[in-house]
């Protein structure tokens, strides 16, 4: 088994390893990741990524120009006043309000105004509790040599690809606007969310 698919499958159902009294090795370390997670700030750089497995899924690389950063975003839905008066319970419209973006394209857009030099490539899940979701974001520096003469990722450099992640075009934002999906019902999402009348939510 190479590295790459040790790392992925430390991290494949992990919840439960966490869980089992028998694990007292990853029981402890969450335990301390998460002590010190909480503590931290919401958006902060981290030396190298918790999961190299997935950060690498998404370009990254251990060279100048590639920067990542761990971003903590709440858990659950929108959080809406009960209104006084004026309507049926049924439409008080307080429970089961959900953001039209999911919470992890909050949470790189969050990441992305701390750094607003560099591009997002892409983020990953790395932990959850019962208040909060850990994501871990990758970014390049479009503007460094490094990146630019890096035939794998010059890409980035070119001018369309500025504010990536405010137009929904890292992989959670192409996944909320429903570009992966195939087969009956996609034909109401394309070419936006706001296309076809507002169907895509």
């Known amino acids: 088994m190479g590295y790459y698919k040790y790392v992925a499958e430390i991290y494949k159902g992990i919840r439960h390893k966490v869980k089992d009294p028998k694990n007292e090795l990853m029981r402890g370390l969450m ?3 998460k002590k010190a997670w909480r503590t931290s700030p919401t ?14 899924k998404y370009g990254y690389k251990a060279k100048q ?12 839905g929108l959080h809406k006043s009960r209104p006084e008066r004026g309507r049926k319970p049924k439409r008080a419209g307080v429970n089961k309000i959900t953001p039209r973006i999911s919470i992890q394209r909050i949470g790189e857009e969050r990441a992305a105004k701390r750094f607003p030099n560099l591009e997002v490539l892409g983020s990953y899940w790395i ?9 871990e974001v990758v970014f390049v520096d479009p503007n460094h040599p490094v990146i630019q003469a890096d035939k794998d990722i010059s890409w980035i450099c070119e001018k369309q690809h500025t504010r990536r992640v405010y137009r929904a ?11 992966q999906n195939k087969g009956k019902g996609a034909e109401k999402i394309r070419p936006s969310l706001a296309a076809n009348e507002n169907k895509a939510k």
Not at 66 to 72: K, L, S, T, Y
Not at 129 to 135: C, E, V
């Open 43 to 56: 958006v902060e750089r981290v030396e190298h990524p918790t999961r190299i497995d997935a950060a690498r």
């Open 127 to 135: 932990w959850e509790d019962g208040q909060y979701k850990w994501y």
């Open 31 to 33: 335990a301390e990741r």
């Open 65 to 76: 120009g590639f920067i990542v950063a761990r971003v903590r975003v709440r858990k659950g």
């Open 169 to 179: 075009l890292t992989p959670a934002g192409r996944k909320g606007r429903g570009l």
